[in-house]
């Protein structure tokens, strides 16, 4: 399961699933985007649980509307490849990626999570490639759902949690190309540490995240995914995973220095919300089966005034 800052910088969700800067507060959007949230407020209660946050208090109107709209476009999105009847998520998929092609050409688009871009589409000047890429992520979903190494997740994190990174740049007016690969790598190991976090989940929809390559190594067997206590193999697989994404964290944090103003404190957010995750983490021991791992809010906060004072 994704989640998206944005909020990416919105599934890890939230982005935020979680909640961000001392807390990471979902607002009710604009009139003018409403509609980008074709269920909002069930979409903003599931948001809540994630490490992409989507919007904050201490963001202005005009972000938090521009943010909720990108957050419903990829929470539809995907919802069609994770809740809508197998047979029919293709379709699906490409009907929404043509109402894309129909906004950027245009002409009205059809489906409300679409439509309610238009605004942050025109306004911000985002390309319409990140957002064809979130498309592409939940098509590759329904086809491969095993990863043989680290670099292979990573391959996929560039179509499910980047272009979010990319996104969210346009919308603060910040989209160098310089900062592109800093926030890649921020997006990346958010979205790794959500992977983390929903080992269970994702197991029990068919899919694994954890690189196959590590899970022969600690001598993890798929089946020890199926349960609800956490064994010594996979908590190790695990361990090594939200490393991994720890150090990939800290490589792109040097992001936070060259933002100020609110795409400082938004950007600020993310890394605490990320790092504290992994710290909880490892203060469970890694036991991602029990239950749902979070941080509390408090260490969030502290997190956060520290990259925001720091820039690091």
Known sequence: MRRYPCCTWCRAG??????????????????????AMSSGR????????????????????????????????ARHVDDIGDENDPRDRPRLL????????RLYAGRGPRHPAVRGLTRTVRECAVPAEPFHRLVEANRRD?????????????????????PVGHIVLHVFGAAEAARVPLSDRVC??????????DVGEDYRRGRIYLPAEDLRRYGCAERDLAGTATPAPLRRVVAVQAAQAARLLDAGAPLLASLSGYARAAVAGYVAGGRATVAAL???????LAGTVRPRRARVAGAWLRALVTGR
Do not use: K, M
């Open 94 to 101: 490409d009907e929404i990626d043509a109402d894309l092609r």
């Open 142 to 162: 329904q086809a491969v759902t095993r990863y043989e190494t680290f670099d292979d997740l990573l391959g996929y994190c560039a179509f499910s949690a980047n």
């Open 14 to 35: 939230c982005g935020l699933r979680r909640v961000w800067p001392v807390t990471w507060q979902f607002t009710e959007p604009c009139a003018g985007n409403r509609e």
């Open 42 to 73: 069930d979409v903003i209660s599931r948001a809540g649980r994630e490490n992409f946050p989507v919007a904050s208090r201490v963001l202005t109107g005009r972000y938090r509307d521009h943010l909720f709209a990108v957050y419903g476009f």
């Open 282 to 288: 490892e203060r469970s021991g890694h036991d991602v």
């Open 188 to 197: 990346s190991a958010l979205q790794v540490i959500e992977h983390c976090q």
